[in-house]
């Protein structure tokens, strides 16, 4: 009698399966290689017919791996079981390639027998082994999957007829159906079952668990498997785990075995094509107790014992690359260094930059580094001859028939960069105290009322504001609408080789003020006013060091992203000054990235930051409690007022006063003059 001769089982990885193993290795694994476990599935082989030919091919159906597997549950299709296995990843290709593969197979095929010989159960009997080495910078993922098998001995063989068609004077067609309608209405999808003839009518069947086997089923009952083998002499591969389990498990009763090959997932048309066979072995004599020999690597595409690479780059959307490029550096950060930072967070973070400037352009750029998914820009002006080379989102071409508009040009350019970024621009003039609005024509007021409302909108929607403009009084409108609003404000400010970079205070809690952080307008004495008029050209355009505006706005942003991981978020206490530079765990100034200062100054000519903390002001004209609720209050007309009036201000938050004291002191003061006096 002729050898049983099994077909492998070959295996079908999706690529969405590797996009989970992705996002597994990123957040989960990050650096382990422990095994996690795996889910997959395979049905039943299938012929297909060449229409030209005329000839039916078989087609192996493969255990299938999808997104899903990775979880408890998987769907399994109509006409498939599950499969279950273990996973592991390597961290360097090195690894993969020196990994003790003969190890790992053989504990995977111990695991199967201990199965087999101590709960006698059929659960493991298709258990697989996949390794795996994802190189996620080139989307190349290289794996080896092993099917463990027992090899019979001594070894199967088949009667002299075959297999056969189950049709073939084995089952009729209505038994055929029976089992058909019985398998599918299994809660649990059945890989290998038993096939009893009814004690009634030997032409009705039933169906149950192969572990309900007994002694007496040797003579009449069938045993069946889900075949994925399609191959007309060679059953599928899971059905060497299924022979070694009955010679263990039942060895006086099966030394010649009754097997069906189920290879049907539907109810055919032109005839059944699931096969059966008898197999005996030579001796009769059950398998000991002891494990036999398994194999079961899979070969790769070159008919080789070795792993297969699955190059995902070609099929995947450039714009997804893209997104998970993004993400891939930042989410390295917690694999070692910072597994507390929270990525989401920031990644829901929306920024607005209130000038698409040089500083505009380094704060956006630096915002995509950190994967921040929403940044708008505002500016009212168009590009000109002299951004391109310090401004860099604009190029020469954006500069010719007058120019583009500098905020929708930068959220273009932005876009290039990364086209899953929602970015947007707006051009918007944003009104300033101390440059009236003319009551004629009365459009140029009904213009200033829409600009504040869209820049309320704007402020409403986003949760940082960044105040980049070139002008002081620039800053004081969205100050004051930011504040009402409980917004965090970030602040960047250029000199010729200083900086002031800061983070507004936030409104305190219940009114109680006790150590609140100042904004930008807290240490002046005078309400902000025109800077623009009158001004010559070095005063009129920003004359700093090329290199400052790129270190002021990585500052900002920084100093941003430390706020929003603090658990106090805007909230969050400044540090008190230092000499000392290690930062305690319990430091209130301290979140995840270190240190949340107030304010920064920097001195790019002495190369020197200083840490600086600013007490809020009462009399401040940006965030004092008489500003905002006068703004909650009145709403526009408080803004008309101050901007059209310029001593408004001073009088609204008592300023004026206070300077008229100060020089009622000054007169009082009584000057010494000479040279001998006697300290």
């Known amino acids: ?54 000839a039916s091919i078989a087609v192996n159906a493969s255990l299938t791996v999808q997104e899903d597997s990775f979880v408890d549950t998987i769907k399994i299709p109509t006409g498939s079981t599950s499969a279950r296995g273990m996973l592991k990843n390597y961290n360097t290709i090195e ?52 099917f463990p098998a027992f090899v019979a001995s001594p070894a199967w063989h088949i009667a002299e007829t075959g297999w056969t068609l189950a049709t073939d004077g084995a089952f009729t067609t209505e038994q055929m159906t029976s089992i058909y309608e019985q398998l599918a209405k299994q809660d649990t999808k059945l890989a290998y079952f038993i096939i009893r003839p ?45 022979l070694a389990y009955l010679r263990v498990t039942y060895p006086d009763s099966t030394q010649s075995v009754k097997v069906l090959c189920w290879r049907d997932a ?81 990644a829901g973070t929306k920024c607005l930059l209130l000038g698409a400037g040089t500083l505009g352009c380094y704060v956006s750029r630096c915002l995509m580094g950190w994967g921040v998914r929403t940044i708008t820009l505002v500016d009212s002006a168009r590009v000109s001859f002299s951004n391109p080379v310090r401004q860099p989102l604009f190029q020469f071409t954006d500069c010719l028939n007058g120019g583009k508009p500098k905020a929708e040009c930068a959220a273009e350019r932005l876009r290039e960069v990364w086209p899953g970024l929602n970015a947007t621009g707006h051009s918007l003039s944003i009104p300033m105290p101390g440059h009236p609005i003319p009551a004629s024509p009365p459009s140029l007021l009904e213009q200033a009322k829409k600009d504040v409302e869209k820049l309320e909108k704007l402020i409403e929607e986003h949760d940082v504001v960044y105040l980049l403009m070139d002008s002081r009084e620039s800053r004081w409108l969205p100050t004051v609408i930011a504040r009402s609003k409980g917004k965090l404000v970030m602040n960047a400010a250029l000199g010729f080789d200083t900086f002031l970079v800061m983070r507004h205070g936030a409104r305190p809690k219940d009114g109680n003020k006790d150590g609140a952080l100042g904004c930008y307008y807290c240490n002046d004495i005078v309400a902000p006013a025109d800077s623009l008029t009158d001004r010559t050209l070095d005063q009129m355009c920003t004359v700093t060091r090329p290199g400052l505006a790129s270190i002021a706005a990585s500052t900002a942003v920084e100093l941003m992203m430390s706020v929003v991981q603090h658990p106090e978020g805007l909230y969050a206490p400044a540090p008190k000054p230092t000499s000392d530079s290690h930062i305690a765990d319990d430091e209130p100034g301290a979140s995840v990235l270190g ?42 007309a408080m803004l008309n007022n101050a901007f059209n009036d310029p001593k408004y201000l001073e009088k609204l938050t008592g300023l004026d006063k206070l300077y008229a004291e100060g020089e009622e002191a000054l007169k009082d003061v009584e000057w010494m003059e000479g040279e001998d006096e006697d300290f």
């Open 266 to 346: 539907e109810i055919p048309r032109d005839g059944w094509k699931s096969c059966v066979g008898t197999l005996t072995v030579e001796d009769g004599t059950a398998q000991a107790t002891a494990r036999p020999n398994a194999v079961g690597w899979e070969k790769n595409v070159h008919g080789k014992l070795g792993p297969r690479m699955a190059d995902l780059a070609p099929m995947m959307d450039p714009a997804r690359l893209a997104n998970q490029a993004v993400d891939l550096n930042l989410k390295l950060m917690r694999w070692r260094i910072l597994p507390a930072l929270d990525l989401d967070k920031i």
């Open 595 to 636: 240190l949340v200062p107030h304010q920064l100054r920097g001195y790019l000519a002495q190369f020197r930051n200083m840490p600086i903390i600013g007490a809020a002001y009462d009399k401040c004209t940006g965030c004092s409690e008489t500003v905002v609720k006068a703004y909650e209050e009145q709403g526009f």
């Open 198 to 242: 009814s004690p009634n009518s030997s032409s009705q069947l039933s169906i149950a668990p192969v572990e309900s086997y007994t002694a007496d089923d040797s003579a009449n009952a069938t045993i069946a498997f889900i075949d994925p083998s399609a191959q007309p002499q060679n059953p599928g591969w899971p059905l060497r785990n299924l």
């Open 95 to 146: 690894e993969f390639k020196a990994a003790d593969k003969t190890k790992l197979f053989n504990e995977c095929a111990d695991k199967i027998w201990d199965s087999i010989i101590t709960t006698k159960s059929t659960d493991s009997l298709n258990s697989f082994l996949v390794i795996t080495y994802a190189d996620l910078k080139k989307y190349k993922y290289y794996y080896w999957f092993a």
């Open 1 to 54: 009698m002729p050898l049983v001769q099994f077909s492998p089982l070959p295996s079908l990885a999706h690529p969405a399966f590797w996009h989970k193993l992705t996002e597994l290795k990123l957040d989960v694994l990050k650096l382990s290689d422990a095994s996690v476990p795996v889910a997959a599935s395979y049905g039943v082989g299938r012929l297909i017919k060449d229409r030209e030919a005329g």
